[in-house]
């Protein structure tokens, strides 16, 4: 059984929402936390209810009503997202005000949406979705895990239409005490530099990308999700290159009928060395696309990348800003997302023009 | 999609014992777990009681064979974890594919909590370990790595609905031939956070609770983990499993982002999605174990969905929550284990505290503990914010 990606949507650092050529005009930065490029959300948001919003439900709202418009789509069947974060600056005011007033005089506003499920839970308050609705946290396979668990639900058949997607947000303490773990570059790099970078750490992102998927393809329609796996503390490059053979194997094809590998590249030279090893291994002369650079690290980050990769399919051209290596083929049908995320989480994601 | 998904085994730690064969003493001898707060450190200290893991952290890392400095949360979870493992008599893991899949609220919370107001006060202040676990997903990690899982780990936050979430997952990855067996269940240690959260929405009572009572006032929050573990058909042919996870099914309330609808829209989807997977009849269910949290509006939306689904034929039904307290993250995957153990071995759970029938309902729930029924088939449900709500179905065969 097939599963298509029937519309995507994609709130990030690049101009993503508001549609048109894919990066046909990039932007360029020079520090180490990139935020949203933030569309007007009162198109999806009644104005009272932004103001209360933190900005991963607002870019999570957004990003899962392009992907249903794209789709054509009013009510999907489920909702499914992940976030290994949550809802970060709920959290911190909650907490910080539970401190500063000694557990005295709290509102339970910033309670309230601090829970993991607060974005897919609007979402269903918003479109009135009476459907399944679940939300996985699971570091960097949330995003995968959602998409996982769409595709099951929708090979048993009990739902149609699913939305799915990842996001995560950045806040001030949060990008406070990630920098103090030494994960992100010391000094502002230029991003479109990024990936040559010959030194450790990387830099900051967010987002929040989402797809309708179904059972069926709608004209519009131009990827299949043909595959999603996900790979658990690999002791080392071998144990990748031979869980890469074995999922394209599953689905009937080899590395040479890969037209174009996307990788999870964040400019961190010792976490990239893996994607230098397999790209070696197994892809030695193929074209190779990448994407943190446009949108930063975070472990929703595959979610962008599969939302590239869609387009890249949709337009049949790799867009400069996102080439890493080589030259894609004329025909674009097959694409491969390798991502890892702090190398102890490491996902495939199989795409095929349809 | 049709493969039989089992239950092997199953492991809880909670306000009242620290092994299922302990909590199951406890529901005989009618003893909740509520009480002060005795290892939370809270100013509300005198004011809420609540149904706290009788251990300290150190005595909890001995039993999880943990460091003692982690986030309790996680060694909840590793005890329950292996309790589950080694009750299915499954023996050693690295000879199956194995998944955990756990769910929890808050993550590390509790350690992240010590260290906010150091680094409130300073953005370099704060012991960085304290908040190295922080991350809901973290937690799940530090127990697989410990237990050797590597086939699938996930974790899953949907508030209360996240350990029932967990098993409904879990069984997907079965029945899709990812994996073979799956320890699926949940985790949540008490918090400030949390308690001072629930505070706020002024659905904390100050006394014990009373779930389904016409006098409730609120809820009490525990703390525990607890865990299942899943096996496909094949596997099940050679051990002598608990019961079957014959249905499941989670719904949205799309009503409220913490207050139920009052007729209860997403709870009735559930039950009902849960019944249609396993194809039971209403009047089929022999006992229903009930989200049941005491306050106002949880136990009346329940009722009246339960009443909308059952009437006229009642099972017997009880918040066991009235002996564990509401162990949020934690209470689908504990409440799974006593409602597998109730059909196992035909037990029926008490509701502690019921004196008053609910006027909006026609039934009440059971009072005492006792053993020995027939139970084909029990029900356990499990509703949260932001509308999650999650039933599921154990029979027998």
């Known amino acids: 059984m097939n599963i298509y990606i029937n519309g995507t949507g994609c709130i990030s650092p690049q101009d993503t929402a508001q549609g048109g050529p894919l990066l046909a005009a990039p932007r360029e930065y020079e ?19 932004i103001r209360r919003m933190s900005r991963v439900v607002k870019m999570g709202v957004a990003a899962a009503n392009l992907s249903l418009e794209a789709a054509g789509i009013t009510l999907p069947d489920a909702i499914i997202t992940g976030t290994a974060y949550g809802c970060l600056d709920d959290t911190g005011v909650f907490l910080t005000k539970m401190v500063n007033q000694q557990e005295e005089m709290l509102t339970p506003t910033a309670f309230i949406q601090s829970t993991h499920n607060t974005v897919a839970g609007q979402i269903a308050l918003l479109l009135g979705c009476n459907g399944y609705n679940n939300t996985f946290v699971h570091r960097g396979f949330s995003f995968e895990n959602a998409l996982l668990d769409a595709i099951m639900i929708l090979k048993e058949g009990t739902a149609k239409h699913i939305l799915a997607g990842g996001m995560d947000e950045i806040t001030n303490y949060s990008h406070q005490v990630l920098s103090r773990f030494g994960i992100y570059k010391k000094a502002p790099v230029k991003t479109m530099e990024l990936l040559n970078s010959p030194d450790t750490g990387t830099i900051a992102g967010e987002g929040a ?18 595959g999603v796996s996900t790979l658990y503390k690999p002791l080392w490059e071998g144990e990748v290159i031979g869980h890469i053979m074995k999922f394209l194997e599953e689905h009937r094809c080899t590395p040479a009928d890969i037209d174009l590998l996307v990788t999870g590249r964040n400019g ?9 090893e397999v790209a070696a291994a197994l892809f030695p002369d193929h074209a190779e696309a990448s994407f943190k650079h446009l949108c930063g690290e975070y472990p929703t980050a595959a979610a962008f990348g599969l939302w590239m990769a869609n387009a890249i399919i949709a337009e049949q051209a790799v867009p400069e800003a996102a080439v890493f290596y080589g030259r894609a083929p004329q025909k674009i049908n097959r694409i491969l997302l390798y991502n890892h995320h702090q190398g102890t989480h490491h996902s495939f994601v199989l795409l095929t023009a349809c | 999609m049709s493969e039989k998904v089992w239950i092997a085994g199953g492991g809880v730690i909670s306000g009242i014992g620290l092994d299922v064969p302990a909590c199951i003493q406890s529901f005989r001898d009618m003893q909740p777990g509520m009480a002060a707060m005795q290892y939370l450190s809270s100013v509300h200290r005198n004011t809420f009681p609540v149904a706290e893991v009788k251990a300290d952290n150190a005595t909890l890392a001995d039993m999880a064979r943990m460091p003692e400095n982690i986030s309790r949360t996680a060694l909840l979870s590793m005890i329950a974890a292996r309790e589950a493992w080694q009750s299915s008599g499954l023996e050693d893991i690295s000879h199956y594919r194995v998944g955990f899949v756990s769910g929890n609220t808050v993550g590390g919370m509790d350690k992240t909590e010590d260290f906010f107001p150091d680094f409130l006060a300073n953005p370099r202040g704060g012991r960085l370990h304290q908040v190295a676990h922080h991350e809901c997903g973290s937690i799940t990690e530090l127990v697989a790595d410990m237990l050797g899982i590597r086939h699938h780990v996930s974790t899953i936050s949907t508030a209360c609905s996240s350990g029932a979430n967990a098993l409904m997952y879990g069984a997907r990855l079965i029945r899709n031939n990812i994996v073979d067996v799956v320890i699926a269940g949940g985790t949540d240690s008490l918090t400030r956070f949390t308690l001072n959260g629930f505070n706020t929405l002024m659905i904390l009572d100050q006394q014990p609770c009373r779930p389904f009572d016409d006098t409730r006032t609120g809820l009490n ?13 094949s596997l099940a042919a050679q051990l002598q499993p608990w019961c079957r996870l014959s249905g499941f099914a989670n719904a949205n309330d799309a009503y409220h982002q913490t207050a139920s609808s009052p007729d209860g829209t997403g709870n009735y989807l559930a039950m009902k999605g849960a019944l249609d997977m396993s194809g039971v009849q209403p009047q089929q269910i022999g006992y229903i174990n009930l989200h049941g949290t005491g306050t106002q509006n949880n136990d009346v939306s329940e009722g009246i969905a339960i009443n909308k689904l059952f009437a006229p034929h009642f099972p017997a039904m009880s918040s066991t929550k009235s002996f564990t307290g509401h162990t949020l993250g934690a209470s689908g995957g504990i409440e799974a284990v006593f409602s597998a153990l109730a059909v196992k071995e035909g037990i029926i759970y008490p509701n502690a505290r019921f004196e008053h029938q609910m006027k909006e309902l026609p039934f009440a729930p059971a009072t005492t503990f006792s053993t020995g029924h027939d139970l084909q088939h029990v029900m356990s449900n499990s509703f949260g914010f932001g509308g999650n709500c999650s039933s599921l179905v154990f029979s027998k065969v």
């Open chain 1, 31 to 49: 520090q180490v936390r990139l935020a949203t490029v933030d569309p007007d959300y009162k198109q999806w948001i009644d104005v009272k209810q």
């Open chain 1, 268 to 276: 961190d030279i010792d976490q990239d060395e893996m994607y230098e």
């Open chain 2, 221 to 233: 929050l525990g703390e525990g983990a607890g865990y299942v573990v899943l096996v496909s058909d």
């Open chain 1, 209 to 226: 990308a989402f797809f309708a998927l179904g059972a069926t393809k709608d004209p519009g329609t131009v990827a299949e999700l043909t």
